[in-house]
């Protein structure tokens, strides 16, 4: 097993302060340009259904123009399964989306849904785009994620991040279980300096997707400095 570990730069704060003036600055697609070339091994943004952030003209700019891996995330719905396959980002990873939450708050519910979620991930894997579920560290749920045909599980460490206890453990466990499934395992949500190396020295864990913490930090040290910081930390758990 590789002891290499991504980072997925999460963007989508450039586009809540680039829409808090209606214009055009900061450039979402200017700031994945500078997260790449800081260290970031890939950018996320997520479209969602409402628009508040990443727009559909910043989602194709993103997707068709910056030759790096895009991870996007969409809610499970026709509209944005069309999107991704005009946009063919590398991957797709589906979270659950209700318009009042202010981010996303609990992972997928698979089992629940899993008569919406088999046509689509069926539909993505045709494109070729790599099919990631954002959940709990729930072991029915992770079993019910193979069994849709996802190809990635995202782990929600929201909990963690609020330091519910026991809650690594659970991610652990979670981790290995993804990968004794035969998925690629991914985790975040709430991830920062403080907590971030627990997480990253999870073996199985491949990539961590990162967004708020960066971008906040990049007020006070700048963008390529914050992710920098990231990245020699979540190395540091590896070795
Ligand atoms: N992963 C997923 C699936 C998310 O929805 C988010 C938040 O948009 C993140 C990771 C990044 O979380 P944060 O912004 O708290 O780092």
Redesign the pocket.
């Known amino acids: 097993m590789t002891n290499a570990i991504r980072l997925?730069v999460?963007i989508?704060?450039v586009a809540t302060l680039r829409n808090a003036r209606g214009g055009l600055h900061p450039d979402p697609y200017t700031v994945a340009v500078a997260a790449m070339a800081a260290g970031a091994d890939g950018i996320?943004i997520?479209l969602r259904e409402d628009r508040r952030h990443i727009r559909d003209d910043d989602a194709e700019r993103i997707c068709l123009k910056l030759g790096a891996p895009i991870n996007f995330?969409m809610a499970a719905s026709g509209e944005m399964a069309d999107i991704a396959c005009r946009l063919r980002p590398h991957g797709v990873?589906i979270?659950p989306e209700r318009r009042a939450e202010i981010?996303?708050e609990g992972g997928l519910d698979v089992i629940a849904n899993k008569g919406q979620l088999l046509p689509i991930i069926a539909r993505l894997n045709g494109a070729g785009i790599v099919v990631s579920l954002?959940i709990d560290p729930e072991t029915a749920q992770l079993e019910a994620a193979a069994a849709v045909g996802a190809a990635v599980v995202?782990l929600?460490t929201?909990a963690y991040?609020n330091q519910r206890p026991g809650e690594l453990a659970r991610l652990a466990a979670a981790a290995a279980l993804t990968t004794g499934l035969g998925l690629e395992c991914h985790a975040?949500?709430?991830?920062t300096y403080a907590n971030v190396q627990p997480i990253a020295a999870l073996p199985e864990i491949r990539e961590l997707?990162?967004?708020?913490?960066?971008?906040g930090e990049a007020l006070l040290v700048g963008l390529p400095a914050s992710i920098r910081q990231m990245k020699t930390l979540m190395q540091e758990a590896r070795s």
């Open positions: 997925g999460n989508d704060h996320t997520h995330e990873c979270v981010t996303t954002f995202e929600h929201g991040a975040g949500h709430g991830l997707n990162i967004g708020h913490y960066l971008i």
